[in-house]
């Protein structure tokens, strides 16, 4: 019925998320950003950085009460016009709370800035590294945005550390794969690092699984067993392969960084990739195993 399937593609095609880019590649359409607003005033920004709330999040962040800044800086974008959030946004940039920045220009709704929502920071030290690695730069931002958000310092519940949210026991034995020599743990935190630690790992679970861009996204975030493991007996696409992951965090997390790397091709102004051909065909675990 692909004349009603067309009707409910168009409803949420350009939307900007993993459906919409979906929706967009099923009715033949090339991912455009919508056109970038005008850059918040020097006055919208006075009022951005005056704001009594941004101001208590920015000082919690800075005492290392992270999570009590977050729901300050979330409490305070309520309500807020387009234009309130992307002065927002930039004000975060500026003082460097880069996840703030995002979460900001994430929220608008019609007049956006997608250099803001998708952010390449360290640009000097991860292109070196995809470059060398051969790995898709705008898949690489993708997983990068959804692990830290850019915070250099970040940490996780389990122990995950750094702006790629690299395991202590991943990160000594990526250390141990690369010849890294005199590797201490606590060096796993440092940017270079990590980002070195991080794309090597990327790499590794890449290519022991297919060159696969959607199953070493799972792997990264649950391990290459599991990724292999949640594979079909036969072929699947990878849009279904993403759907049926068991795990909700994972299956989130995978959605999220495939539909991230087609916003960063978009900006970094690669040849457009459709997600669904990011995604592919995921073989099946008959014809490997």
């Not at 992951?245 to 990739?273: G, H």
């Amino acid at each position: 019925e692909t004349a009603e399937a067309s009707k409910l593609f168009q409803k949420i095609a350009g939307q900007a998320n993993f459906y919409g880019s979906l929706a967009n590649d099923e009715l033949g359409r090339t991912i455009t950003l919508p056109p970038t607003a005008p850059a918040p005033t020097r006055g919208e920004l006075l009022i951005a950085s005056n704001r009594p709330g941004l101001q208590r999040a920015l000082a919690l962040l800075r005492l290392d009460m992270r999570i009590e800044g977050l729901k300050e800086w979330s409490w305070t974008m309520r309500d807020l016009s387009d234009r309130e959030l992307l002065a927002a946004a930039e004000f975060a940039r500026t003082e460097g709370v880069l996840d703030r920045a995002i979460h900001s220009a994430d929220r608008t709704v019609e007049q956006h800035d997608y250099s803001l929502r998708y952010l390449a920071p360290f640009r000097e030290q991860v292109e070196p590294a995809t470059k060398r690695l051969a790995l898709d730069g705008a898949w690489v931002y993708g997983l990068m945005r959804q692990e830290s958000r850019f915070v250099p310092a970040a940490k996780s519940s389990v122990g995950a550390q750094g702006l790629m949210q690299v395991m202590p026991s991943t990160a000594k034995w990526v250390a141990k794969q690369i010849g890294m020599h005199n590797f201490q743990p606590r060096h796993a935190n440092d940017l270079d690092t990590n980002i070195e630690l991080g794309t090597n790992y990327l790499k590794i679970v890449l290519d022991s699984l297919d060159n696969q861009p959607v199953l070493a996204s799972a792997a990264y975030n649950a391990g290459p067993g599991r990724a292999r493991k949640w594979r079909d007996q036969n072929p699947m696409e990878g849009a279904i392969y993403a759907e049926t992951i068991p795990f909700t965090e994972t299956r989130d997390y995978v959605k999220k960084v495939m539909s991230n790397a087609v916003f960063y091709s978009a900006l970094f102004n690669d040849p457009p990739v459709p997600l669904k051909t990011r995604l592919g065909v995921v073989s099946g675990r008959g014809q490997t195993e």
